[in-house]
């Protein structure tokens, strides 16, 4: 198929783009199983197998990142596993810490730069599938994090490729378009979704930033929440520090492991700021900038009954030409 992204007629807006696929997946079904990781300070990492679970065979194994307070139950994961699985590999998904069933056990959580988690699952995964090719899928803030991942390891990345769908290259801009796109509807759902996991975990929190449930509640915009939570939880000076540290856009040039980067610039939850061009890539990335799409959309197709979810279609075919998998 064409890398060529061409939006559905009916779906040409970009809000549309962005809201409306969440609609179109009710009914898909995908097996799925969990299994508890214990990471090294004796807190764990939830993954979520899809069914039949992956063996130490020659299958590839593909490695979902979702997005900001996303999970298994997303429906662009849940649609990308089922495409992948489709497409003859295993799968798995990682949730980030507190995005799982159950609150995590220490006071830490996650954010757009944070990628040891991710490297602790990519060593015990090559560990246990030594006979495995990996890739890794990352969604819009598990996508800057994947980015700065294969930044920062380079040639030691111990994956054999990657995808990039609408990350927050720049978050500092993308966090201030979030706070007045759509009529701040998109920071509201954002927002209350942190304000709820993080709230899960108030006994832990409370003592180390003074913050408890009602105080959480209260913090009005997305900014403030980073500078108040986010940043002093995990060691930035504020919400400016974490974002400057954080944005995975310097770490594009740095990358050695092949990369797809899927981008639109009609993004109504990113700044443009975000579209990444020649000048910030290495050779080994591939971009894939469009003028529509939206945010994790990308629908096409002519029937509005039977829409096509393109990024399902465009990632197998790039992983499959790297592994040279007919």
């Not at 064409?2 to 007629?9: G, I, N, Q």
């Not at 954010?111 to 015990?124: M, N, V």
């Not at 759902?189 to 209260?218: A, C, F, M, V, W």
């Not at 594009?252 to 492991?257: D, G, S, V």
Request: proline share 6%; hydrophobic share 35%.
């Amino acid at each position: 198929m064409s890398s060529h992204f061409r939006p559905a007629w009916w779906m040409v807006n970009k809000h549309a783009q962005t809201i409306l696929p969440r609609f179109f997946r009710p009914k898909l079904k995908l097996t799925y199983e969990l299994e508890s990781l214990t990471t090294p300070d004796q807190d764990f990492i939830e993954l979520a197998w899809s069914c039949p679970v992956a063996k130490n065979n020659n299958k590839p194994l593909a490695i979902i990142f979702h997005g900001l307070e996303g999970n298994i139950h997303s429906f662009y994961a849940k649609g990308m596993m089922k495409a992948m699985q489709d497409s003859g590999f295993d799968t798995v998904l990682m949730h980030f810490r507190n995005c799982s069933v159950a609150p995590n056990k220490t006071a830490r959580a996650y954010h757009s730069g944070e990628t040891s988690d991710a490297r602790f699952l990519i060593q015990y995964l090559k560990q246990k599938f030594p006979e495995k090719k990996m890739v890794a899928i990352g969604f819009s803030l598990g996508g800057n994090m994947l980015s700065k991942y294969l930044g920062e390891y380079q040639n030691d990345s111990q994956l054999d490729a990657g995808a990039v769908i609408s990350a927050p290259f720049d978050l500092a801009s993308s966090c201030q378009v979030i706070q007045q796109s759509l009529g701040k509807i998109y920071q509201k759902y954002l927002l209350d979704r942190l304000k709820h996991s993080t709230g899960r975990k108030e006994s832990l929190i409370e003592p180390l930033l003074g913050l408890n449930k009602q105080d959480i509640k209260n913090i009005p915009t997305l900014w403030e929440f980073d500078d108040k939570v986010t940043a002093p939880l995990h060691g930035f000076k504020n919400a400016k520090d974490y974002y400057n540290k954080a944005s995975s856009k310097a770490y594009l040039i740095k990358i050695e492991t092949p990369t797809l980067i899927i981008h639109s610039v009609d993004d109504p939850m990113l700044s443009i700021k975000s579209v990444p061009d020649n000048s910030h890539i290495s050779e080994h990335v591939e971009l894939n900038i469009t003028e529509k799409g939206g945010h994790v959309g990308f629908i096409s197709g002519k029937n509005p009954f039977k829409p096509i979810f393109w990024l399902e279609q465009r990632i197998p075919e790039y992983f499959k030409k790297q592994l040279n998998i007919k």
